[in-house]
């Protein structure tokens, strides 16, 4: 527990500690208590007109819902982000070769491998390496 805290909760501690203080430092200390009091109650203040503030949007949204006759999941369907139904999918080998001793398979998507770069440098063509 911090040392401020515990004096907040017990007014005795409080006036103990104060008793090591001038009245300039106390007054002062009263001063910056004030300010800081008066800086959290305006942001409360502000966090409650913002909560406030999205209810009210939200009540509208729900009108505007109500009168369009519509379902959330309709509306979520509708205008939701538009998924690529196969992104993240892995896709079937279209080629396959066997180089230095090791099978190696490829979509014909993306970066060529190392392993087909070589292959077709050598000559070969990618109708060769097709999975039929």
């Given amino acids: 527990m911090s040392l401020l805290a515990e004096l907040a909760g017990n007014k005795a501690k409080a006036r103990a500690a104060a008793k090591e203080l001038t009245i300039p430092q106390l007054e002062n200390l009263i001063e910056g208590f ?3 009091l008066v800086k959290m109650q305006e942001d409360e203040q502000a966090r409650q007109a913002e909560v406030e503030e999205k209810s009210r949007q939200a009540a509208d949204i729900a009108k505007l819902i109500e ?11 509708l205008s ?3 998924s690529n139904p196969t992104k993240g999918k ?10 230095n001793g090791e099978t ?4 014909g998507r993306g970066r060529t491998p ?3 770069q ?15």
């Fill in 104 to 107: 190696v398979e490829w979509s």
């Fill in 114 to 116: 190392k392993a087909f």
């Fill in 90 to 99: 892995t896709v079937k080998p279209k080629y396959r070769i066997d180089w």
């Fill in 67 to 77: 009168a369009s006759g519509l379902t959330l999941e309709e509306i979520a369907a």
């Fill in 80 to 82: 939701g982000a538009r």
């Fill in 34 to 36: 004030h300010n800081a």
């Fill in 118 to 132: 070589e292959y077709l440098d050598a000559g070969n063509s990618r109708e060769s390496a097709e999975i039929k």
